[in-house]
């Protein structure tokens, strides 16, 4: 008889369920649980890693070329996307080696077709001292066309791509730009009076984040009557093409004028804001027969309609001085003004210290190595002029 205490299986062992048992089944049941989850961390890794890599990729194009259409997630502009991107620590060394690119800006104070030329000079100058576009600086280029509105726009779009240098070329445009910065450094490339117009403390010791090369002084403004004079001896009445706004420009016809009482002439300003102003006031000098013009504008209609100021002084039988060669070599008779060529040839040098480390304070404001002189004796011959041998003589130019 078995006792209240007994195992109904005498012969066998109690089944006892120890630790390594209960080890073993957890083992048996988690294994396959273990293996899906390192399999889908694996695979989470590697779609991390393609992600990561993708976007790097993505952010290093957007940030070599600029382009809007390079932008992910809406954003509208480089400097959004990048601060978007600045808490990614797999992203941000990338971006921080494109960043290390300077980033020039030029805004240039002409149409593209006539600006081209002196573009091409300050691209060819900044690739020799090892500025190129896309490999070692990003260049951004903008016209401002002598229209105000175009100068704004392009101010806008260039301040927001955060250069590290701008460089620009007439008052116009430096003049709006200090409007808009004080702290990024500025180089112009042809400017008449910049410590009259508020640009610099003084030619030798600019100060603040502004420097360049001047055009010409005052002292050529009458020396533009007298080369008209010597080419056109009846000339009695002559018009001056100047921007009413520019300080520089109301300076120069100021200088002309202190020469006209020796030379005999009479002096009619010509505004240049729109080119239906200037077409009236040139008709008026011309109905006289013995008129001439003067052009030292570099802004408003003078700029956007230089082609039409030439084609209405050979209309109109005008013998014209203008300030700037290229007038002369697309139909105008005679010009006296710096060498642009060499002047953005310096503009580039100067643009090369800064980027190196000088500071445009420190940089003197430079007035033009020399002066050319450029006849077209198809025009004059046009206007029945015979232009005198001592001018030919001293002439850095002349086209035939």
């Known amino acids: ?41 694996h695979s989470a890794a590697t779609m991390l890693e393609t992600v990561r890599t993708s976007l790097n990729l993505l952010v290093l194009r957007f940030a070599v070329t600029g382009r809007t259409s390079e932008m992910p997630f809406g954003w509208t502009n480089r400097r959004t996307f990048l601060a978007g991107l600045s808490s ?7 971006v921080a080696r494109a960043r290390e690119m300077p980033r020039i800006a030029v805004l240039l104070n002409f149409d593209e077709k006539s600006g081209h030329p002196l573009l091409s000079v300050l691209l060819q ?14 260049i951004y280029v903008r016209w401002g066309s002598g229209d105000p509105g175009k100068i704004r726009k392009a101010i806008g779009e ?27 450094p500025i180089v112009f490339g042809s400017i008449v009076d910049p ?24 002292s050529i403004g009458p020396k533009w009557l007298e080369l008209l004079k010597e080419v056109a001896p009846t000339v009695k009445r002559v018009g ?6 520019n300080v520089a420009e109301i300076g120069m016809l100021g200088a002309i004028q202190t020469a006209g009482p020796y030379l005999g002439v009479e002096f009619r300003p010509v505004d240049t804001r729109t080119f239906a102003e200037i077409e009236r006031s040139i008709s008026m000098v ?14 408003g209609a003078a700029v956007t309609r230089r082609d039409r100021i030439i084609e209405l002084a050979a209309t109109l039988k005008l013998p014209a001085v203008y300030s700037d060669r290229g007038y002369v070599l697309e139909g105008g008779l005679l010009s006296y003004g710096p060498d642009r060529v060499d002047q953005y040839r310096n503009v580039a040098s100067y643009a090369d210290r800064i980027l190196r480390g000088e500071k445009p304070a420190a940089l ?25 041998h001592s001018v030919l003589a001293r002439a850095d130019e002349v086209i035939e």
């Open 125 to 138: 100058e900044l690739r020799r001292t090892g500025w190129i576009d896309g490999e070692t600086a990003h």
């Open 1 to 41: 008889m078995l006792g209240p205490h007994a195992s109904a299986f005498a012969d066998e062992p109690p089944t006892r369920s120890t630790h390594a048992d209960r080890h073993d089944h957890r083992s048996r049941v988690t294994a396959p649980i273990v293996r899906h989850l390192s399999e889908l961390k």
């Open 88 to 94: 990614s620590a797999a992203a941000w060394p990338l």
């Open 195 to 218: 410590v009259g117009s508020g640009f610099v403390d003084s030619l030798s010791q600019p100060g603040g984040n502004v420097t360049g090369f001047i055009n010409y002084e005052y």
């Open 240 to 245: 001056i093409l100047r921007d009413p706004t």
């Open 158 to 184: 260039l301040l927001a791509l955060a250069p590290d240098l701008i460089i620009t070329s007439s008052t116009p445009p430096t003049s709006m730009l200090l409007e808009a910065t004080h702290t990024i």
């Open 286 to 299: 011309a109905r006289s027969g013995d008129g001439g013009l003067i052009i030292t504008s570099g802004s």
């Open 364 to 388: 003197p404001v430079q007035a033009p190595m020399r002066l050319l002189t450029v006849v077209n004796l198809k025009t004059a011959k046009a206007l029945g002029l015979t232009v005198p």
